[in-house]
Nanobody
Framework: QVQLVESGGGLVQAGDSLRLSCAAS????????MGWFRQAPGKLREFVAA????????FYADSAKGRFTISRDNAKKTVYLQMNSLKPEDTAVYYC????????????????WGQGTQVTVSS
């Protein structure tokens, strides 16, 4: 089990950049895969990006490719989501997730979740 706390959300304008952070605490293992999901009002939670703690592999949703970058700092037990060229449709609550096994675009497969951080992009 790992406890996750997101931060870095806020109100920005279209075209701006924002970096989200997800800090892990408690007993953790490097084998935890980490992911970012988002949920907009009236919509289901959707996959954004994921990375393996020990493999260095990354995966992105089509909506995130070319604009978002997921990265990690294992020494700080923190995962980041760098978001560039933000669009109004990126507005959502962004959640950090951890999984002990296979990375998935489906929220149900992730073990632990943070409380979320709000990202609002105005036009």
């Amino acid at each position: 089990q790992v406890q996750l706390v997101e931060s870095g959300g806020g109100l920005v304008q279209a075209g701006d950049s924002l970096r989200l952070s997800c800090a892990a605490s408690g007993r953790t293992f490097t084998r935890y895969n980490m992911g970012w999901f988002r949920q907009a009002p009236g919509k289901l939670r959707e996959f954004v990006a994921a990375t393996s703690w020990n493999g260095g592999s990354t995966f992105y949703a089509d909506s995130a490719k070319g604009r978002f970058t997921i990265s990690r700092d294992n020494a700080k037990k923190t995962v980041y989501l760098q978001m560039n060229s933000l669009k109004p449709e990126d507005t959502a609550v962004y959640y950090c997730a951890a999984d002990l096994s296979v990375m998935s675009t489906t929220p149900d497969y992730w073990d632990d979740w943070g409380q979320g951080t709000q990202v609002t992009v105005s036009s």
